[in-house]
């Protein structure tokens, strides 16, 4: 099992619309965690950490859920500029700093 | 502002030549990071640093090499390039403590 897994999707959705990502992690004492956009033969960027109590950025909402070992991405009213590859990034405890990539979630917004 | 800078942006070169990528920070960051990219692998890191003079493997270190004389330099060396080695490379520092990691543009390189 992959430490950090995604779906390589693409989800492809209407401009508008609501959608989720999720990310498992197998470590259970990882402590901190991110969600990066990466645009096509681009660096990634950071797009929010992701905190034990969820936080909100405008359209965007990350979750952690320890218990189950994901976390989750909600962008809702979605735009063609949000059409890109979606990484979460995990530092697990015993790693330094360390990040572990998942595989990237692709997203194409369609008008 | 501070900022992350990779040199060059795209390189061309044969193989068997001996290649250094740059990465250069301001943000006085002590942890610097390299990974490279390649399609079916996403992000796989190479070397990283936790501080000058101190350099470490990643998952993919043969081939490459890095040294940490300063804090703002985390140079990428190629000792032998090999085709296999023909990537998007990518820099990235971080703060430490668990704070994310911010990348550079990036370094495309092919070798012939």
């Known amino acids: 099992r992959k430490e950090v897994e995604q779906d390589p999707g693409p989800f492809n959705v209407p401009e508008g619309a609501t959608v989720a990502f999720n990310c498992t992690y197998s470590?259970?004492?990882?402590?901190?965690f991110f969600w990066y956009r990466q645009d096509c033969r681009k660096e990634p960027k950071l797009l929010m950490s992701v905190y034990s109590s969820g936080n909100e950025d405008g359209r965007f909402t990350a979750q952690l859920n320890r218990a189950s070992q994901y976390i989750s991405l909600l962008i809702r009213d979605s735009k063609l500029s949000d059409s890109a590859t979606y990484l979460c990034?995990?530092?697990?405890?015993?790693?330094?700093?360390?990040?572990?990539f998942g595989g990237g979630t692709r997203l194409m917004v369609k008008p | 502002d501070a900022e992350i800078t990779q040199s060059p942006r795209h390189k061309i070169t044969e193989t068997g030549r001996q290649v250094t990528l740059a990465c250069h920070q301001t943000?006085?960051?002590?942890?610097m990071f390299w990974y490279r990219q390649d399609l079916g692998h996403g992000l796989r890191l190479i070397h990283y640093s936790y501080g000058v003079q101190d350099t470490n493997k990643g998952e993919v270190s043969d081939g490459y090499s890095v040294s940490r004389s300063n804090t703002e330099d985390l140079p990428l060396t190629l000792e032998s390039a090999a085709s296999s080695q023909t990537s998007v490379y990518f820099c990235a520092s971080s703060k430490g403590g668990g704070q994310p990691q911010h990348f550079g543009d990036g370094t495309r390189l092919s070798i012939l």
């Open positions: 943000w006085n960051h002590n942890n």
């Open positions: 470590n259970s004492a990882s402590q901190s």
């Open positions: 990034a995990v530092i697990p405890n015993n790693a330094g700093n360390m990040l572990t």
